[in-house]
């Protein structure tokens, strides 16, 4: 098992994952952001194939990060592939590149799976560092979570 971080790597099968497993999310849409240079994808990898991925934008001036998108392949799913990719990001989001917190609009069905990584629905992210960053999104719930300064989040 492998876990990789890329800021524009052309790997479309991730894409394929998000295009699946986020029905609402139009394709083009997922291709421009994964593709976009202001945006970084960690992505789980095993024998060669990706299992699953998150897509984020690190706001590094206001130290957060917008969570974009997030899926396991659908097969692989409640396996805790999940859970690892995402203290695979925050390691990465906190030492490479200097963030304190994430945010996200959380899909419905997907809030539970974010209270287990710590996300909450309260906001206490000062609105000064967030607002007119990220875009009003009514399709989900802005949840956030805190990365801590210190915790070793992979082994
Ligand atoms: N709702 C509630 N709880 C969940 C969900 C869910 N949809 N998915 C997983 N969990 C729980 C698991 O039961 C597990 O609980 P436990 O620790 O008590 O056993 C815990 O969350 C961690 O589960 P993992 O196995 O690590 O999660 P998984 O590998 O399945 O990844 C994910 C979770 C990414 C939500 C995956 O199920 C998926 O791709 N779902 C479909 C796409 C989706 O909804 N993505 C998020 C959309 S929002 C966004 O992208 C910003």
């Known amino acids: 098992l492998k876990f ?33 240079r202001s945006h970084k994808s960690v992505m789980v990898i095993r024998r060669n194939h990706v299992v699953g991925g998150i897509t984020y934008r690190p706001y590094v001036s206001q ?5 974009a998108f997030c899926a396991i392949t659908a097969d692989e799913q409640v396996k805790g592939y999940g859970t690892r990719l995402m203290n695979h990001l925050k390691q990465h989001a906190r030492d490479v590149d ?25 906001i206490h992210l000062e609105k000064d560092r967030w607002q007119g960053y990220i875009k009003d999104y009514d399709g989900g719930i802005l949840m956030e979570c805190k ?3 210190k915790l070793p989040y992979i082994d």
């Open 4 to 36: 990789v971080c890329y800021s524009n790597d052309g790997v479309d099968e991730h894409m394929n994952i998000f295009a699946r497993q986020l029905p609402n999310m139009p394709k083009e849409y997922i291709v421009r952001l994964v593709m976009d």
């Open 63 to 67: 130290k957060f990060g917008e969570i």
């Open 98 to 122: 200097g963030l304190t917190h994430f945010l996200t609009y959380a899909d419905n069905n997907a809030v539970g799976y974010f209270i287990k990584q710590g996300f909450t629905k309260e």
């Open 147 to 149: 990365i801590d300064p």
